[in-house]
């Protein structure tokens, strides 16, 4: 079973910049690689529902939310089993605990979220 781990989270200032690292350890599905794995990191505010900040789709190209387009860049190696989320000029709005994914067929695996607090 994948086991996912998350760093990088903390205080950063309005307009800062912050970077997110998620390593997967452990066995993969049968008959699969880490890069027919479809990654990305998501996000929970308090009092509000997970939704997706990036994704990278197994073969495409990234994909962002509106809110977060042009700012955060998502990357993924695969010979290190990593994925990044690079965080540029974050604001208040992008406080939140901060989850990576992965997902290939049914299997979904989360890592334990890392905390990012944007505050001056």
């Known amino acids: 079973q994948m086991r996912l781990v998350e760093s990088g989270g903390g205080l950063v200032q309005p307009g800062g910049s912050l970077r997110l690292s998620c390593t997967a350890y452990?066995?993969?599905?049968?008959?699969?690689?880490?890069?027919?794995?479809?990654v990305g990191w998501y996000r929970q505010a308090p009092g509000e529902q997970r939704e997706l900040v990036a994704r990278?789709?197994?073969?495409?190209?990234?994909e962002y939310s509106d809110s977060v387009q042009g700012r955060f860049t998502i990357s993924r190696d695969n010979s290190k089993k990593t994925i990044d989320l690079q965080m540029n000029s974050v604001n208040a709005e992008d406080t939140a605990v901060y989850y990576c994914?992965?997902?290939?067929?049914?299997?979904?695996?989360w890592g334990q979220g890392t905390q990012v607090t944007v505050s001056s």
């Open positions: 994914n992965t997902q290939v067929g049914t299997i979904d695996s």
């Open positions: 452990g066995s993969f599905l049968k008959m699969t690689t880490f890069d027919l794995y479809n």
């Open positions: 990278i789709i197994s073969g495409d190209e990234p």
